[in-house]
Each structure stands twice: as structure tokens, then as C-alpha cells.
């Protein structure tokens, strides 16, 4: 199979490129998802092309929705157009971000959409346009709570200041699944195999961690797998942290597409947590943190 990873350079292409060492790795710099012409030349000769290039801005994109579309929903359109015309299947990252986050119990895959900010509208944009464009080779994969070695993530911040403060205060009023980027990456991998395969129906899979938790409960575990004092962690809200962009209370995704097509759901989000804290880019942000 021959695969092309948009985005690559972010944490998620990371890992991917990771896993798919002969795939054609192109970062921002290599290909601008909204430019037509680039597109169709890099999507031509491909089998599989895993689209993670994307606007993360949140908060950014209340401001500069147009951006933010231009890259979430033009971008993904010229994708599935490129892959429509030379038979390639496209696997198109998404977020939690497009649903209301309202609920009290995981949302499946086929929840109604109504994107609470910019951005979660931007996304939606590029999700219908891939199942509309193609809808037989178009596969939407919606994720949350994403960490990683590679790039600016929660997991990396908190262990920062852990090493810089006594104590520090996280809200305990949004419930989602931390999802480790590498864990993702080797979950579209297979997804990828099995759409070629013709063992996967096309359509929206939620590619989160199994287990749900608080930004509380996350940082507190943490600090314990970190070997420091959970106590540490304190307890607020989100009106404590007003931020320009509203936030999901609720972001725990259901997963049941994943047996449908015969494949396993990701493991529990403190079992990925454990594994992720063991690679050295996070070894060394925990040794730092360590009382002296």
C-alpha cells in the first residue's frame, strides 16, 4: 500500500510517520492542503492518504473563522476530490469539536452535530465534504484530548509546572478521553488496511481512548505515574479560565464502529498514559520535576 500523510510534521504525523516509515511524509511546508493543484499532484500514486494537516488555533479561529474553514473544510474538499479522482481511499482527522457536548453518556458515531465554536463549525465543513465527496472511500476519524511526544500538549504543560509551582489548579467540570497521539496514529493505520481491505464501512469512527476522566483526574494521575504528590493538584472550574472559544463540558466519545469492521477499540486512557510517560521526551520533562 502506498500511503501519503498530510500534516505530517505535527505530533499525530509524528507517530505515523513512525509506523509507516516508506510512506510520502509531507508537512505544511511540503503541501498546502488548499492549494488544488498541489493537492491532486501529491494525492496521485497513492493508496491510503491520512489527512492531519489542520487549523488547531481554537481559540484563534472566533476571530479568524474564515482561516480556520479555509484550511479545515476547503482543505479536506480538495483531498476527497483529488482522492476521488485517482481511486485512493482518504482517512480525514476530525474532533469531538462538532458535537454540542451536552450529553450524559458517550456519544455514538452517529450523534447529531452542532459545533459549540469556530472551530468545531471549520471541521464540520471538512467532514461532510469528505463524506459527500466520498462516500464510499471517506472515512472521518473525530479525536479529543490529544498528547504526544512531539508539539505543545496538556500532558507536557502539566508536568512543566509541576517542576515550576508548589501546587496548580485544573478544572474538574469537562469530562472527556486523553488519547496518546501514538495510539491514535496506529488505530487510523489499521483502519487504513482494513478500508483497502474492504473490511471497514465507510463514515464517521470516534478514534479516542477507552475510560473517561476529568482534566482533574487526568493531571492527577499524572503525578502519581510521575512519582509526585497528586495533593499538588487542586480542583476549579472552567469559569475560573475564561478562554475566547466555549469548551465542551462533554467529550466522551463512543466507539462501537470499531467491531463492525472487526477492530479493537484504544486501550484505557490511564493504560495509555502509563506507556506514554515511559518515552523519553516525557522521561526527561518528569525527571526535571522531581523535588531536588
Given amino acids: 500500500m502506498r500511503w501519503l500523510i498530510t500534516g505530517a510534521g505535527g505530533a499525530l504525523g509524528h507517530d505515523l510517520r513512525s509506523l509507516l516509515p516508506s510512506a510520502t511524509a509531507a508537512s505544511r511546508a511540503d503541501l498546502d492542503i ?11 500514486g497513492h493508496d491510503v492518504v491520512l489527512n492531519t494537516a489542520a487549523y488547531t488555533a481554537v481559540d484563534n479561529a472566533e476571530s479568524d473563522e474564515a482561516a480556520a474553514t479555509r484550511v479545515n473544510g476547503f482543505g ?3 483531498l476527497a476530490e483529488a482522492c476521488a479522482a485517482s481511486g485512493a481511499t482518504l482517512l480525514q482527522v476530525s ?32 467532514e461532510r465534504a469528505v463524506l459527500s465527496g466520498l462516500p464510499e472511500r471517506g472515512y472521518v476519524v473525530r479525536t479529543a484530548w490529544l498528547y504526544g511526544e512531539n508539539g505543545n500538549n496538556f500532558v507536557a504543560t502539566m ?18 478521553q486523553p488519547t496518546w497521539t501514538a495510539a491514535l496514529a496506529a488505530q487510523l ?10 473490511t471497514a464501512e465507510p463514515g464517521v469512527y470516534h478514534g479516542t481512548a477507552s475510560g ?28 475560573a479560565f475564561p478562554r475566547p472559544a466555549k469548551r465542551p463540558a462533554y467529550s466522551v466519545l463512543g466507539h462501537d464502529r470499531w467491531s463492525l469492521a472487526g ?30
Avoid at 159 to 176: C, F, I, Y
Avoid at 190 to 197: F, H, K, Q, Y
Avoid at 271 to 277: F, I, P
Fill in 34 to 44: 488548499t492549494d488544488a493543484d498541489a493537492v491532486r499532484a501529491a494525492v496521485q
Fill in 76 to 78: 479536506p474538499a480538495l
Fill in 95 to 126: 474532533t469531538d469539536y462538532v458535537l454540542p457536548g451536552d450529553a450524559d453518556a458517550p456519544c455514538p458515531e452517529d450523534a447529531a452535530t452542532d459545533p459549540v465554536n469556530a472551530y468545531g463549525r471549520s471541521k464540520l465543513v471538512g
Fill in 159 to 176: 508536568l512543566k509546572l509541576a517542576a515550576a509551582r508548589p501546587t496548580v489548579s485544573v478544572v474538574d467540570d469537562q469530562h472527556g
Fill in 189 to 198: 493505520v489499521a483502519l487504513g488496511e482494513a478500508a483497502v481491505a474492504g
Fill in 212 to 239: 473517561q476522566t476529568t482534566w482533574h483526574g487526568l493531571t492527577q494521575a499524572i503525578y502519581t505515574l510521575a512519582g509526585l504528590d497528586p495533593a499538588r493538584v487542586e480542583t476549579t472550574t472552567s469559569d
Fill in 263 to 292: 477492530l479493537d477499540p484504544q486501550p484505557h486512557w490511564h493504560d495509555q498514559l502509563e506507556r506514554a510517560l515511559k518515552r523519553p521526551a516525557f522521561v526527561r520533562l518528569i525527571e526535571a520535576a522531581q523535588p531536588s
